[in-house]
């Protein structure tokens, strides 16, 4: 092991760096009093912000803190924001589990509007006390206005010069709170805090991590999910390369798993050793050596894998004798089986795919004594912590998780499976070690969106709207393979709400309604994705209404009007999006609509949202114009970050629609980069209208709902404009292709 | 023998083999690390430098062939930002993530360079970098933004 360094002289002045200090963890500066869990204020007037959950563009980073300053009667200018860990109050329970910090299921803002509400009243309530303490006045006679308290003399205390003599008066656990008409940054479209960092190279991802003795490492994988290392034949001579320290094999991890090595009874163990990485100075000589490094795998017991095998399963499950049952409302067994000549059918089918962020997956460790910190893009601090200690025997609030800023995410970065591999690094080295995957490693070891199949049954009644309807779902289960605690338990066996999401739980008038799900299980690791179920169940059953109405010849726009009558909520989103669409005045456009209620875990939001997907005739075929995009988010705490979910989660749906599949042969993923796994590109992002409605209910769930009515809105603008009905996603690339 | 270039107006040089991507060059050894690594294959354009003032895709460049050249990073764009691309990216607010974001500005401010008021098409032609949280509407406008800026 010669740790030969490679040389890069500066000759001249030093150059600028970026600011390489992670500005998260740790405790607060000493000059600044705490005054809650959430807010620190230093003599100089300076309020720090806490912010618990992890940025992953959704734009936490600024939202939350606008909520604590606006209870706070904070000077914005004068905030800063500061990731946090370690205390309850950071952490919020999604369903019947234990509270966790981290980010997903679209929860922040709602999970912690009355929390940071609280706190920011909390805060401000203990400045105006001890100001009061200070004038000798009654508190009823000070108000706080943008930083300062005033009493009724017009003299002003400014936070700093209160916050001493704050932090030591007890809190009040229900501070009053503001009246919503006094919101001066709740509802407001403020810029974002982390955009300017984002635009000079200073925002610190977690590839950008640097810690004092880092080595790096560069990782192989098994390419079958069930593959296992069975020799490295040239570690010797790796050994000698320059820079390289070790060549470390690495224990396969549960799948995807937050319930801790619980194995799916219908699938395999898994390998002891599935990886290898080489740690040496540098990345680039660590990716060095390990294109040299002579490592053979096996397949394992699941070396047969196979998109065949697997669709064929799916086929199975979507005619087998009977599913588990969902929900059953009024009798329609009975009447799709008196009426089979009058049974209107589809079947659907969807792959499974990858998250694709931007920023492989990484994550630097540093492992010593039994002691583990992390520093990296990390979505759930509380599952990382649980990883770290289950894997080295330790307690999990002894792992200590610096979170970065997450070069996207998208649900992929909870499953802290790249952190167990540089803690396992930085054991076998003695060293902090930062572990980035290459591209191909992210994408052929992702933990995949599910595939799914759907077939669709339905009777009409003599005005052409659905009797009975029988919508049955079939795939891998997201919750059977990892989440086994949010299974429902029935006597036809375990049920799987994720897989009709958008389909058991909205408010269509169906008479007599069966919904059915069937678990496919496969040994291939999934989990949540941005949108999770609803990307598959949503296009299904819209695209099924598509079908309905058409063959009961009604507009597409008129016939979910009908069927959501009873749901004015329902109705405002869809009348906004058809009114703006200028829906019903086509000229040579071709237009279809899609509605969904987005509902988050456990019910814990309603998020209202239609969409009409517009095309236009271009010179080769068609072209997506523009796309409506009505949505009804309770309030909006920014409406500027908000629209850019709208935005970008129809850029996002678009990608997935028409580009996003993974094949599996040989045990394992197919694709392995950005040719085989295309993104959209600027060339075919639409025009985005957004029509947020005001409404009076509190934060509803947000970073998720626009995604899933996209491709079946698009599909019925595609019927319309071809004649051609889309089953499968993606759709094919001749979709587009104008009707001769 | 090392290769000798230029990072941000100031000389730099590199004693390693020859064929190692300036991306990882300038990011280990320079700390610059605004530019990022994305897919490896010069296709995502997050880590696009400017080499003697072109949008570059350093993941696939070798750092030899930097020699002698000007290369200048996200952190040499500007000083505080102050790039017209820079200035328009936060009006609008462009960032989500923000991953994808610095080779975004480079290939923006590239394309500036020699299409002083690009069209949409010209957009859609020249902008091939890659953004997963599809910002594009915005970089769109923020491309149209900096035109009138400059």
């Known amino acids: 092991m010669s740790p030969v360094s490679r040389r890069c002289v500066l000759t001249g002045a030093a150059l600028t760096a970026a600011s390489l200090i992670v500005p998260i963890g740790g405790r607060a500066a000493e000059s600044n009093y705490e005054i809650t869990d959430w807010i620190a204020i230093a003599p100089s007037g300076e309020v720090t912000l806490g912010l618990s959950q992890p940025e992953v563009g959704q734009g936490s980073y600024t939202a939350l803190p606008q909520i604590l300053a606006d209870e706070l009667d904070a000077d914005w200018q004068r905030v800063k924001v500061r990731f946090v860990t370690g205390k309850a109050a950071y952490k919020i329970a999604f369903r019947q589990e234990p509270p966790a910090q981290k980010e997903g299921a679209s929860m922040s803002t709602t999970a912690l509007f009355g929390r940071l509400r609280i706190a920011g009243a909390a805060a401000r309530d203990v400045l105006i006390r001890a100001a009061a303490q200070q004038w000798n006045v009654d508190v009823a006679q000070c108000r706080s206005e943008n930083g300062f308290i005033i009493n009724a003399r017009g003299e002003r205390l400014s936070y700093g010069d209160l916050a001493a003599a704050a932090a030591k008066l007890p809190l009040r656990s229900d501070p009053p709170l503001k009246d919503k008409r006094r919101f001066h940054l709740i509802g407001k479209p403020l810029p974002r805090l982390d955009t300017v960092g984002k635009c000079d190279g200073s925002a610190v991802f977690g590839i950008d991590v640097m810690v004092p003795g880092m080595l790096n490492a560069a990782i192989k994988t098994a390419r079958a999910f069930t593959g296992q290392v069975t020799a490295i034949k040239n570690e010797a001579e790796i050994l000698k390369m320059p820079g390289v320290h070790a060549v470390v094999k690495l224990a396969a991890l549960a799948i995807a798993n937050e319930d801790a090595g619980v194995q799916h009874p219908q699938l395999p163990n898994l390998p002891r050793h599935n990886a290898v990485c080489v740690v040496a100075d540098r990345f680039w000589q660590a990716n060095r050596a390990l294109d040299a490094l002579d490592v053979e795998f096996d397949g394992g017991v699941a070396a047969d894998l196979s998109t065949v095998k697997i669709e064929a399963m799916l086929e199975a499950g979507l005619d087998a004798e009977q599913g588990v049952t969902a929900l059953e409302r009024g009798e329609p067994r009975q009447i799709l089986k008196e009426r089979a000549a009058a049974v209107i059918e589809r079947r659907f089918l969807l792959p499974h795919i990858a998250h694709a962020p931007l920023e492989p997956v990484n994550a630097t460790a540093s492992y010593k004594d039994g002691a583990v910190e992390v520093w990296g893009p990390v979505q759930s601090v509380s599952a990382c912590q649980e990883a770290v200690a289950h894997a080295v025997g330790c307690a999990a609030d002894a792992v200590e998780v610096n979170v970065t800023f997450l070069g996207g995410s998208f649900g992929r970065k909870i499953v802290p499976d790249y952190v167990l591999q540089a803690v396992q690094a930085s054991k076998a080295v003695g060293r902090p070690v930062k572990l980035i995957r290459s591209r191909e490693e992210d994408m052929q070891h992702d933990v995949y969106r599910p595939n799914a199949g759907g077939r669709f049954r339905a009777v009409l009644d003599d005005r052409g709207y659905p009797l009975a309807v029988q919508a049955r779902v079939a795939g891998q289960s997201l919750f059977g393979a990892v989440r086994k605690s949010w299974l429902d338990h029935t006597p036809e066996g375990a049920c799987d709400e994720s897989m009709v999401d958008g389909i058991y739980n909205q408010s269509y008038r169906l008479p007599h309604f069966l919904v059915e799900t069937v678990d496919t299980p496969l040994p291939i690791p999934v989990y949540f994705m941005r949108s999770v179920g609803s990307t598959a169940a949503v296009f299904f059953w819209e695209s099924f209404i598509t079908e309905l109405a058409q063959r009961a010849n009604i507009d597409q726009y008129a016939y979910r009007r009908n069927l959501l009558a009873n749901d004015p909520l329902a109705l405002r989103v869809l009348d906004a999006a058809a009114q703006a669409s200028g829906w019903g005045t086509t000229t040579d456009t071709f237009r279809g609509i899609a509605y969904n209620c987005y509902i988050g875990r456990g019910g814990r939001f309603k998020t209202y949202v239609a969409e009409v997907v517009e095309l236009a005739r271009i010179a080769d075929g068609l072209a997506v114009t523009r796309v409506f995009c009505a949505v009804d988010p309770g309030l909006a705490v920014n409406p500027n970050t908000l629209r850019a979910q709208i935005e970008g989660g129809i850029g996002f749906a678009l990608t997935t629609a028409l580009k996003s599949r993974i094949t599996f042969a040989n045990g394992g993923a197919e694709q392995s980069n950005f040719f085989d796994y295309p993104l959209l590109g600027i060339d075919e992002m639409p025009e985005i209208v957004p029509i947020v409605l005001p409404s009076d209910r509190p934060p509803q769930g947000f970073g998720e709902v626009v995604l899933a009515p996209v491709a079946p809105a698009l599909a019925q603008a595609l019927l319309h404009a071809t004649g051609r009905r889309l089953d499968v996603m993606p759709f094919p690339e001749d979709a587009f292709r104008s009707r001769a | ?150």
């Open chain 2, 1 to 150: 023998m090392a290769v000798k270039f230029f990072v941000n107006g100031m000389p730099a040089e590199f004693d390693g083999p020859e064929e190692v991507p300036l991306l990882w060059v300038v990011r280990e050894h320079l700390n610059l690390t605004g530019s990022k690594f994305g897919c490896g294959i010069g296709l995502c354009g997050a880590c696009t430098m400017h080499v003697d003032g072109t949008a570059m895709r350093t993941c696939i460049m070798p750092v030899m062939m930097a020699q002698g050249r000007h290369v200048t990073t996200i952190e040499g764009l500007s000083h505080n930002g102050e790039h017209p691309v820079q200035k328009a990216w936060t009006e609008l607010d462009v960032p989500q993530c923000g991953y994808c974001q610095s080779g975004m500005i480079m290939a923006a401010a590239s394309l500036l360079s020699r299409h002083p008021d690009p069209s949409d098409a010209d957009i859609d032609r020249e902008m091939t970098n890659l953004c997963r949280c599809a910002t594009y509407v915005r970089i769109r406008a923020a491309i149209h933004r900096a035109a009138k800026l400059r």
